[in-house]
Every structure is written in structure tokens, then in C-alpha cells.
């Protein structure tokens, strides 16, 4: 029983740190398409399409919805990670 619980230490030590990666990665491609979203509202705008603008600006406001809770994700692993760290 001693050897599973060492093994599964072993396994949440290893994998802490990668499942602690993961949300800096989606924080990344978050902030590429909120930038990519703003290039295009820009493009809209010069072409006088105001329907396109209106889109634009709700999936902008959905996207930095979406990035603000991936940061929040990620600091929230990183913490977790953290703690888990100086428990030992």
C-alpha cells in the first residue's frame, strides 16, 4: 500500500507543474485574439461597416471575459502549485 501512495505522490509531483503550464498557454492565445479582434475592428471601421463594428466589439468583450478568467485560472494554479511546494 506504501509503494501505491508513493507512486501517486510521484504522479501529482510531475504532472503539478505541467497541469500549472496549461492556463499560461490559453492566457497567451486569449491575448493573440483579442488582438487579433481588435486589427479587425479597425478594418471594420475604415470600411464603414457598422453592423461588423457592433459584432466585433461583443466578441472583443467576450474574449477579455474569457482571458480574465483564464488569468484568474492561472494564478490560481500557480498559487495551488506554490502551496503544494511548502506543505511538503
Known amino acids: 500500500m506504501k509503494l501505491h501512495s508513493f507512486a ?3 504522479l501529482i ?6 497541469l500549472a503550464q496549461a492556463p499560461k498557454d490559453a492566457v497567451k492565445a486569449d491575448k ?3 488582438k487579433a479582434d481588435k486589427d479587425k475592428m ?3 471601421r475604415a470600411a464603414g461597416n457598422k453592423d461588423a ?14 482571458r480574465k478568467a483564464d488569468r484568474k485560472a492561472a494564478r490560481d494554479a500557480k498559487k495551488a502549485a506554490k502551496q503544494e511546494t511548502t506543505t511538503k
Open 32 to 34: 493573440e485574439q483579442i
Open 8 to 10: 501517486l505522490a510521484a
Open 42 to 44: 479597425k478594418a471594420d
Open 53 to 66: 463594428v457592433k459584432a466585433d466589439k461583443e466578441k472583443l468583450k467576450a474574449d477579455k471575459a474569457k
Open 13 to 18: 509531483a510531475l504532472a503539478g507543474p505541467a
